[in-house]
């Protein structure tokens, strides 16, 4: 991989962390591209850069979470 892709990669998992953190902790009617942004230490323009809108993000924040949970418990499933 190289570094670019990297680091695209890094930032788009902050991006979700990020989302679901500021979801979690903020609910979603204060949930937007600069709350999660500053929540993921990142510029507000990369959520629309890697994900089109904050209702992508959000899509695949839940996506992202979900699986998360479920590779902690795939191996006793």
Known sequence: MSPE???????KTRLL???LRT?????I???S??????AAGVNQALVFYH???VDELLA????YGAEKAVA???ERL
């Open 5 to 11: 892709t990297a680091k695209a990669q890094e930032t």
């Open 17 to 19: 962390e990020g989302a």
């Open 23 to 27: 979801l979690t902790e903020q609910g």
């Open 29 to 31: 009617a204060k949930t």
């Open 33 to 38: 591209a600069r709350t999660v942004a500053a």
């Open 51 to 53: 994900f089109g809108s």
């Open 60 to 63: 695949a924040a839940c996506r």
């Open 72 to 74: 902690r418990y795939r």
